[in-house]
């Protein structure tokens, strides 16, 4: 019967109670119950709800005299300790429904607890859980916003969602709990697939022709799903292309970290090494030594050779790669022209 | 007296009430006028396509011409709703192809349609006029093919950002040599080049079109051949809009442009080059929607642009505005109602763009009739959005997204409670909110308080507690869906308010703090909703009560629980196979 209260309470132990702004809300009017139902809600009202004492749970320092039974009576004096807890209304016992249920007569007082330490009077919705440590001394109160719980949530969210912080100090930017980062949050912000990275979106949504076969369109097509799923980064996917061949190809820049990864990558794809075991230490596409030079064009349409800025730099200025003949790259450091001397004849 | 008005009298009465509300009061008057008006209703619009089953709407109407559904939780425009959730069509198209031979117009949104559904639509509605398919998916150019070869009475069709597969251009030379009724195209969706032969042909063969949104890939140089084809064009989207340094293709556009004198509104704009933009400074004067969305020019352009657009009603640009830019649109556009301010860059604040909170009190200040708002921007403080409350009382529409969550006011480092508080408070229209910022529970309660007119409001990295979320429920009186991600909002609020949810379209929580014992017991009171529990990640375990959901979706419904549903998807045992 008081598996909902049980469980809530668990959940609620660890939590912080919530330190409310000082705000008055509007003052109630004409809330209205009845015994043994559920208070329908209307608007502007807020049903109060009642305590009842629970003996059972023995999780009360005080038991009242005469109240020992499973759904007990709901103490007349002000002296008993209640614990606030949601429990099944008789009428309802195999349906264990969420009844808020007071088995008392209708001349049912709301007080106002004097004890406490705030005299603000707040609507709220009963929770037992800011109460933990407060023995009660009536059965009702006006709850306030404190009662509240703003627990830090163990989230079975997805990885990607960000959990609740606490909210046990004034709010600020700089939250204990690292506010989430744009980039790690999925579906933030909320921009629609239309409107997101405007050329991007669209680039990738163009099979490049009708050459591609369908399964090749399928899998762009699976792609741009991948984006939907992929929150962490942005789905950065570039042409290459190599001087003297026809057939370019694509990488995803994301799943590279360095220049030096990517340089391999592209040796993989154009370069195919003669044996696997074969590990370059250092890529030969970035340090000049081989007879190609891999360059890209950035957001303002120029060829630039690859690898002089940061590499978050580079990635959010790239548009397309490409691997030229180094002859053509006389116009480029001198040093390249130094090496080319020396490495001419160099196959790669 | 009213009761000896023969049936047909009525009928023709009726026939002049369009409106679905209204539609909606008249069949509650009396017996006779609920069946009088059910069979002449001939427009239905149904909001969820879960709400209900194609059998009930046929039961009910039976001389339908014009179907509209939608089908995914908004969220899902997002990528916060996992891929086969749901939304098909397919039932739908089915069940009408039965019933509604007559039938005329289709228009779906946010639902999968195949390519066989669309065969079936083209061959089942021998009337049929009117295809829109709003950000679907699931079909590709196979299926238009369909709809081109055997729709001879289309008049429009609309792809709007749907995610077609792009299998071939060559769709559009589907369209029989007979057809002229064409009125509206928008295939801007697409990817894939189309055939420029048949778009031209279409074009060409088509006296009654007046709306043409080409897709990127048409390039600049052939818009003027079609422009030339069609000069009676109200609505063009371009496509690429740039061309090398091609003197010639600018002046055969910019003299295209000059014949079109009943163009009233542009979009496209991809891969815009600055020096062809005046090429349609003729048509400025009478433009009432422009789309720069996805022009990634800069503000002294744009501002160029929109000082020479007195008439402009609704305008979407990217930020590259800047406040500038929207300073010139509060100046020049007196007549403007809505705007919407895009993020060009999603994550990072691009140094070079200076978007802040003054552009939109500018605009607010200098445009008397705007009434929708929808604005990315890094920055906003209490006193701004108090100013845009006061300055625009007449706002029906107020979307600020504030890039980075639980931003705070920049001047004070407050929360932004009393500004959205002023803006609920001022703007007594309001009927779509949707929040950002820092923000507390003190935020809903004055939407509580004072949002009576609230439809729709959208919250993310909001709140402290319950509190929030059951003021919400508690005081919007004519809230229809609430969606709600990240936000401390758990069990007491939502089943504090079962009942409210009966009144709502649907209520849509992720990443928030309900368990599962929750949506057991809001599923035991409340049989007349659907609650879904969401479970993408399978590590839901439904027996543990006080285990949190990862994503919920509860809607009303009368057509009982769905049984499309993914194997990640838990709801109450009833007789489903997935059982809390």
Redesign the interface.
Known sequence: MF??GQ??E??MMNCET?K??M?V??PLSNVSFAPNSYP??S?????IFFCKMDVTLGLLADSPAGHGDAGGGVPSGGSTTARPILTGSKEDNN?N??VMSSEVTSSYPVVVDQNLNDLELGL????GCGLKSKGWSQYARILT?KD????K???????S??S?PN?GTK???T?SVS??N??S???????????????LA?EI???N??LIS?TE??KS?IR??GI??C?KK?YQSVKVNMDGSLIGRKVDLNVHTSYEMLAQTLEQMFFRRRSSTEAAKYSRLLDGTSQFVLTYEDKDGDCMLVGDVPWQMFLSSVKRLRIMKNSQSNELAPRFQENNERHRTDAV | MVYSLPEEVLEHVFSFITSDKDRNVVSVVCKSWYEIERWCRRKVFIGNCYAVSPAIMIRRFPEVRSVELKGKPH?A????VP?GWGGYACSWIDEMSRSYPWLEEIRLKRMVITDESLELISTSFKNFRVLVLS?CEGFSTDGLSAIAANCRNLRELDLQ?S?V?????HWLSHFPDTFTSLESLNMS?L???VSFSALERLVAMSPNLKTLRLN??VPLGKLSTLLQQAPQLVELGTGAYSSGIRSDVYSALSKAFLGCKELKGLSGF??VDPSYLPAFFSVCSRLTTLNL??A?IRSPDITKVINLCPNLQRLLV?DHIEDSGLNALALSCKNLQELRV??SD???ADANVTLTEQGLVSVTQGCPKLQSVLY?CHQMSNSALITIAKNRPNLTCFRL?I??????DYLT?E?LDIGFGAIVKHCKNLSRL?LSG?L???VF?YIG?HAKKLDML?I??AG????GL?HVL??C?SLKKLEI????F????L??????LATMRSLWM??C?V?I?ACK?LS??MPMLNVEVID??G??NPKL???????LYVYRTVAGPRSDMPGYIWTMDRDSANKI
Not at chain 2, 165 to 169: A, E, I, P
Request: glycine residues 4%; hydrophobic residues 30%.
């Open positions: 598996v909902w469980s809530w668990k959940s919530h409310a702004d705000w809300p509007p329908l809600f608007h502007n009202k807020v049903s349906k429904s969420m709220g919705l009963s929770i916003a509240f719980p703003t627990c949530q163990n989230s079975s969210s997805s990885s969602s960000v609740i909210s709010r600020t930017a939250d506010p989430p744009c980039t949050v999925v579906g933030w912000p909320p921009v629609s697939k239309a409107h997101r990275m405007p050329s669209n949504k163009s099979p022709g009708n369908i369109q399928n097509k741009t799903i939907k799923d929150s942005k | 969220f425009d997002f990528n916060l891929e950000s950002e995610e597969m792009d299998l071939s251009g969706c990817g894939s080049e990127r890939a991809w891969d969305s996805y990634t990217l895009f993020p999603m994550y990072v990315f997204c890039i980075e969550p639980r931003t705070p480092h929360p949707s820092l507390t529970d003190r309660e308080t959208s993310a990295f402290d507690s319950d509190l059951h508690s005081g009186e991600r990240d936000c401390p758990g069990d007491t609020a089943l504090a308010n079962v009942a409210k992720s990443s703090a368990s014992g017991i035991r009171k993408e990640n590590t839901l009560d006080n285990c949190l959901v990862e994503k």
